[in-house]
């Protein structure tokens, strides 16, 4: 979604008669409904993901304002979207008003039309008379559970009433049209030389069929009727999605584009979109059609039948626990989580639940890291010599967020695991979770803090780091405090996005010592200027739910000083605890959730480390 920036204003405008056909071929005009009180003009597009959701808004007003002769009609502008594209979104939506296609956008352009979805309310007259959204619960990467003022119907209730509208102009986030353009032949910058590949290497992974990008950009024909929105986003460093401050680290999946990838996109947009010489584009891109990992060893699925997820709506988390059917240790060495409906599902987390083990996701009570799945996000592979351990008899346990997008559908999202060979496996990697759960953020507050340390308890190499919060969530730190006094920022996320969570891997793994103290900083924003805020007026502690907060600082590690297949030491002596030996690694993770925690649970975490 994007800000709204019109140009000259649109209420006020006498909208003249136009010609429209649907893409049966069925031709439309305005004065066909010269006897209407309101004509409703919406300005839809096939694949932007607003303009999809408010499409099936869009019938429910129709049901709504029918009775009273009002008239809607919807305009497609895009150049991108094809006759049997706007035939699917008809059938795909059911839609209950005409959806035109509007060729060359000329009755966009009469309109002064600049997004999808854009809504206008027509008088009897014919004069605009509100223009804008349909109600108020979208923003740029921000979305309400429900919308606090329905603007369009609040017009059209006034325009049937012959009263002024009330609030008659509002902005209309979404996409920008796909206008016909008229490249420069002399462009030094075109598609096949050097946009082309810019996006096979930063945007196509998401960007093609099947994946989570809403629209497909790996050919020209494809890509064309995108680009001023494309020039807009990573201007606005939106696309590619990437957060971590440039300042701090060096990660191995950064895709952050340089300043001179930046100038080269706006410089193409600016040129009309220019495709160059076909035969100078590279090669496409090669996809694998299922697993971005190898071929998994195992495979297994949440659940026997899928999750229904309703059209709207909040969806509360959803748990899963899973058998992988393990009768003995498995070493992975790398895991990918893959989703059945990508477009709804907001995240996934898949925890590890030893035999015998106490276990509550809905009281934290997580015991460690296996993989994950985000939108945007790699599947996890270990370094060379580097492996996890499931134990035997193990249960996998899935939390799930959904967010319905207009449309109903099944999800039944599975793991897959490749596993390592025991005998080459050199370190043990571990997810470790420091987590704050007795913070209470204020009514209001706009730059609340919260902390929580970890103390290294031996030579540590840290792999990755992942920030979690919710929708408060602003800003996050991971800073590495050594015994000699010194200190480091190891990653900066200076606006934390709840909808893009990454894991942040380190280029080469980070050595930190013994003694070194992590600590982890979140900053929340429960103000009413954070358009995502549930309730300002709230006091926020920890929840599971979106609507409460959360404060880990994830991260994965492994003994910088093991070697699983070194000779054993004969007079090594074990460390003492209630359950016998309890080794550093168990340790570990046991001291990441601090206090009474550790007192509570350091037999149960044995299970990891022993």
């Known amino acids: ?11 006020g405008r006498h909208v003249d008669d136009f010609e429209l056909a649907d893409y049966r071929g069925k031709e439309y005009r305005l004065t066909d409904y010269a006897f209407s009180p309101v004509v409703v003009i919406g300005f839809l597009g096939t694949e932007c993901p607003l303009a999809r959701i408010y499409a099936r808004r869009l019938n429910e007003l129709v049901t709504e304002f029918a009775p009273a002769g009002v008239v809607f009609l919807a305009i497609d502008p895009n150049q991108q979207d094809s006759l049997a594209e706007l035939a699917e979104l008809v059938a795909e939506f059911h839609l209950q008003y005409p959806l035109l296609k509007d060729p060359g956008n000329v009755v966009a352009d ?45 017009a059209i209730e006034q325009v049937l009433a012959r009263r002024p509208v009330e609030i008659a102009q509002t902005n209309a986030p979404g996409c920008l049209i796909g206008r016909v353009r008229q490249p420069q032949p002399d462009a030094d910058v075109t598609w096949s030389e050097q946009i082309a590949p810019l996006l096979q290497a930063h945007c196509q992974e998401c960007h093609r069929p099947g994946q989570i990008g809403p629209f497909s950009l790996l050919t020209y024909a494809e890509a064309v009727g995108w680009a001023d929105m494309i020039g807009e986003v990573v201007a606005q460093r939106r696309m590619p999605p990437w957060h971590a401050a440039p300042e701090y680290g060096t990660f191995a999946n950064n895709q952050r584009l340089t300043d001179e990838q930046l100038d080269l996109v706006q410089r193409w947009v600016k040129a009309g979109a220019p495709e160059g010489d076909p035969a100078r584009a590279p090669a496409a891109r090669q996809f694998s059609p299922d697993w971005r990992i190898a071929q998994p060893d195992a495979i297994v699925p949440m659940s026997q039948r899928p999750f229904e997820v309703p059209a709207e709506g909040t969806v509360a988390y959803q748990w899963f626990y899973a058998d992988p059917h393990f009768t003995e240790d498995k070493w992975v060495k790398a895991v990918e989580v893959r989703p059945s409906a990508l477009e709804v599902v907001h995240h996934a987390t898949v925890y590890l639940k030893p035999p015998d083990v106490p276990f509550d996701l809905a009281l934290n009570e997580r015991i460690n890291l296996v993989g994950g799945y985000d939108p945007g996000g790699d599947p996890w592979q270990a370094p060379e010599g580097m492996a996890m351990r499931i134990p035997a008899r193990s249960q996998l346990v899935f939390e799930m967020h959904y967010t319905p997008n207009g449309n109903p559908q099944q999800d039944c999202s599975r793991v897959g695991l490749v596993f390592a060979d025991p005998a080459k496996v050199h370190k043990e990697i571990h997810s470790v979770m420091p987590a704050n759960t007795s913070f209470a953020i204020p009514p209001g507050a706009s730059n609340h803090e919260v902390s929580v340390d970890f103390t290294f308890p031996a030579n540590a190499l840290v792999l990755a780091m992942r920030p979690h919060l919710h929708l408060r969530g602003k800003a996050f730190r991971f800073a590495a405090r050594y015994p000699d006094g010194s200190e480091e920022i190891l990653l900066d996320v200076p606006r934390y996005d709840f909808n893009w969570q990454y894991n942040y891997v380190f280029a080469e793994p980070k050595r930190l010592p013994l003694g070194t103290k992590l600590h982890c900083t979140a900053w929340y924003d429960n103000s009413v200027d954070n358009p995502a805020n549930p309730d300002p007026a709230a006091t926020v502690r920890w929840g599971d739910q979106t609507w409460q907060e959360m404060m880990i600082g994830i991260f994965a590690m492994a003994l910088a000083d093991e070697d699983r297949l070194a000779p054993k030491p004969t007079a090594s002596p074990p460390l003492p605890s209630v359950a016998g030996e309890l080794t550093v690694a168990g340790l570990l993770v046991a001291a990441a959730v601090g206090g009474l925690w550790w007192l509570r649970r350091r037999l149960l975490f044995a299970h990891l480390g022993g």
């Open 1 to 11: 979604m994007c800000a709204d920036d019109q140009a000259a204003p649109v209420v």
């Open 110 to 154: 009469r309109f002064g039309i600049r997004r999808t979805p854009e809504f206008c309310v027509l008088d009897a007259e014919r004069v605009v008379r509100y223009h804008g959204r349909i109600d108020d619960q979208y923003e740029i990467g921000t979305q309400r559970t429900r919308p606090n003022r329905r603007d369009l119907a609040l």
